[in-house]
């Protein structure tokens, strides 16, 4: 396993991380809690120190998940979690139905404080080591919300403060405030978006820049055929990014990368994963699993080294193929 840093918080965290919205089961057709369990233990066996969680991944299940996972193990793991995406108020600006209840984006300081001491309990633990907004919204000034996160690091609640789903003009005005540690963005094969200015201005200001989604669902992983149904509120059996088309297309690129895993000996997802953590600026990948199998695959891409011949093959097949695919959001 490789750790970089978290910006200037003095943290280092894995670079492939275990992200768990899957886990909790909402926009992904339900979840198995033991299965879930085991995936993060598993993680946590392969090196993984960082795992992510949010409040709103299950209105709080993911979170209560995790805190049962790492009991007896907290030292081992740089716990992420966020906040922003709330249910106890209706302030702000409303986000989307969640469970029957409306969820609101919103990040005044008293709202934070609150939704900090609510993932502790769910969490079991005493501190959050990094505390993210999970998503911005226009009701609060900046200065509050990140004064609110200062005043949490101060009083060693939170070690280190990130910030995810920004414009680099909504992050560059965060960081004017104060110092941010991270950055957690949409990044993948099929999405780049990033690369125009959020990523060299995270490079350029030492953030790190966690990039989520790096499978794309699933999709980067070759093992979604056009035959794969979802079931339940998997967003996979609505969303675009999963029509026919789509997944013959990644399909036919994926094919191309063959020499590649055939030679590290690796699995598509394992280069999908490694190809992500080589970009530059790209300090971390945050990947959901759903079982012990998946997080161990995952987490041994963390090992696997591209040579700069293979990174460049890739890219020219990357410009070539993945474009067009629709984004997560
Ligand atoms: N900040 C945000 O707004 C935001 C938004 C999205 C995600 N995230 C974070 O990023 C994390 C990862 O993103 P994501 O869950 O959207 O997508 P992802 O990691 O790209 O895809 C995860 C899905 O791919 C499948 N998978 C995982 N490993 C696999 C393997 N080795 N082989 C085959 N299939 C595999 C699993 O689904 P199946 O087994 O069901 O196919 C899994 O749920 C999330 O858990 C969350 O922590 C943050």
Not at 231 to 248: A, P
């Amino acid at each position: 396993m490789q750790y970089r840093p978290l910006g200037q918080s003095g943290i280092e965290a894995s670079i492939v991380g275990l992200g768990t919205w899957a886990i909790s089961g909402w926009m992904w057709g339900g979840t198995e809690e033991t299965a879930s369990i085991q995936a993060i233990q598993a993680s946590i066996d392969e090196g993984i120190n960082l795992i992510d969680t949010a409040p709103a991944y299950g209105l709080g299940l993911a979170e209560e998940i995790v805190g049962k996972a790492i009991a007896g193990r907290r030292q081992k793991v740089i716990l992420a979690t966020k906040c922003g995406l709330v249910w106890h108020t209706t302030r702000g600006q409303y986000h989307m139905e969640e469970g029957g209840k409306a969820v609101y984006r919103f990040l005044g300081a008293d709202s934070i404080r609150y939704e900090l001491e609510q993932s502790l309990r769910r969490l079991s633990t005493d501190h959050i080591d990094l505390y993210q907004v999970h998503w911005q919204e226009a009701t609060t000034p900046i200065e509050e919300t990140l004064g609110a996160l200062l005043d949490l690091k101060r009083e060693g609640k939170i070690r280190a403060v990130g910030m995810g789903n920004m414009t680099v003009e909504q992050l560059a005005a965060y960081n004017r405030v104060g110092p941010l540690d991270t950055d957690q963005e949409e990044y993948s094969m099929i999405n780049r978006d990033q690369e125009a200015a959020l990523l060299p201005y995270c490079r350029a200001n030492n953030i790190a820049m966690i990039a989520y989604s790096p499978l794309a669902q699933g999709l980067l992983t070759g093992k979604i055929g056009t035959d794969r149904q979802f079931s339940g509120d998997d967003l996979r059996r609505t969303y675009s990014r999963f029509d026919r088309t789509h997944r013959e297309k990644v399909a036919s690129m994926l094919a191309l990368f063959e020499p590649i895993t055939r030679s590290h000996r690796i699995t598509l997802a394992q280069l999908t994963l490694a190809w992500t953590t080589a970009q530059r600026g790209v300090t971390h990948a945050l990947v959901s699993a759903r079982n012990a199998q998946q997080a161990r695959e995952n987490a041994r891409a963390a090992d696997v080294v591209l040579s700069q011949e293979e990174l460049n093959f890739m890219e020219d097949v990357i410009r070539l193929h993945a474009v067009g695919i629709p984004h997560l959001w």
